[in-house]
């Protein structure tokens, strides 16, 4: 299917999964007059599987581990329900949270699934991940130049603050950490992470919901790469749209390092290609009716991951032609979309071999 899609900044062609010239015949036309084109949005952490339950909890909370046992005391029979969703399904509610807040690539920080190798709708990136220093079962040696990520002092407690110095004995704290939350970091910690060259991935509404704050604006400012990530709907108020908004209230980091974070500062960290709209690119693209900081899933129009049309507003639906037979209508919320769930074939999206996750299921 060739796919050519006409906004009011631009105009691309998308084939084979990849953008190609405007030039030539075209299988569909969608035009959308007041649509900005982006590259998909990368998320830096998310448990895809657990966004089926909505906010667990009663905080605030010492810690994330604190967290854990509460939920599973006071909300076994949720949990145990929750459970029996079949996994897949499990998966892709995470999955179309992404995609229908324009998120084309995603980190699910748990073990890999095989559902993630059979014609899954977006990408998920195989990096190596711990759940954390108390819940993995062991932690992997040092692999240099391999991302590892891993839930770190995530919690206000004395504990959490010492997490760092127990996880850089261990020989962790190097430029290939992803220090995923990072509320409690004390400033010897903040030293730490900074000299090492470590990431941060920032999750700043589920880390209010549980603590009442996130990650110290000193650990945040400028010299240390920032991600974001949604976290999944146990303690998040949404999707990555919705951390984008509030970390641009915090205004804890400027705005062109917040979209680094969810670009080209999570692709280099991750170890994938540059987000790109040029020619030959992966096509992984979204439409936009408000700029990145405003926007939330009413505004996007379009989104095609791998070059696959993924979600579409109802109205652009006439122009899919024969595409349009793929889909369905649904509502999410109060937003209405067309989503396409065919299975994608895509020989790239099992290019890599996923590598062992330490990750501990808190929930499933």
């Known amino acids: 299917m060739r796919l050519l899609i006409e906004t009011r900044d631009g105009a691309l062609g998308i084939a084979k999964g990849c953008v190609v010239p405007t030039s030539g015949r075209f299988d569909a036309t969608i ?3 007041d649509g900005v084109l982006l590259p998909g ?4 952490h998310d448990h895809l599987h657990r966004n089926h339950y909505g906010r667990l ?3 605030p909370y010492e810690d994330a581990y604190e967290w854990g046992r509460d939920i599973h005391h006071r909300f076994a029979e949720t949990i145990a329900i929750g459970r029996m969703l079949p996994r897949r399904e499990a998966l892709l509610r995470g999955a179309w949270k992404n995609l229908r807040a324009g998120v084309t690539t995603v980190v699910h920080h748990d073990a890999w699934e095989d559902a993630f190798d059979d014609g899954f709708p977006l990408r998920v990136v195989p990096i ?3 759940h954390s220093l108390r819940l993995a079962p062991e932690l992997p040696a040092p692999n240099p130049g391999r991302p590892f990520a891993i839930h770190l002092a995530e919690g ?3 504990a959490a603050a010492e997490e760092v110095r127990e996880l850089d004995a261990r020989g962790l704290v ?5 220090a995923v939350h990072a509320v409690g970091v004390d400033a010897r910690g903040i030293q730490r992470l900074r000299a090492a060259g470590a990431a941060v991935v920032w999750c700043p509404s589920s880390n209010r919901f549980l603590f009442g704050h996130t990650a110290p604006a000193e650990l945040l400012a400028p010299g240390v790469d920032v ?4 976290d999944s709907l146990l303690t998040a108020d949404g999707s990555l749209l919705r951390e984008l908004r509030v970390a641009r209230d915090l205004g804890l980091v400027s705005h062109t390092r917040l979209c680094d974070a969810v670009g080209a500062t999570a692709a280099r960290r991750l170890g994938v290609e540059p987000p790109s709209l040029d020619l030959g690119a992966r096509a992984d693209v979204i439409v936009l009716r408000r700029p990145l900081l405003e926007a939330t899933e009413a505004d996007v129009a379009l989104v095609v991951a791998h070059g696959v049309l993924r979600v579409a507003d109802p109205a652009l639906v006439p122009a899919l032609g024969a595409l349009a037979a793929g889909g369905r209508v649904e509502i999410a919320g109060d937003v209405t979309r067309w989503i396409c769930d065919q299975p994608s074939r895509a020989a790239s999206d099992r290019e890599r071999r996923a590598p062992p996750s330490l990750s501990n299921r808190m929930a499933r």
């Open 31 to 33: 035009r959308v007059r």
């Open 41 to 44: 949005l990368i998320n830096a």
């Open 57 to 59: 909890g009663h905080p």
């Open 128 to 130: 190596e991940t711990a």
């Open 156 to 158: 206000v407690s004395s």
């Open 174 to 178: 190097t430029r290939d950490l992803l």
């Open 227 to 230: 991600l974001l990530g949604s």
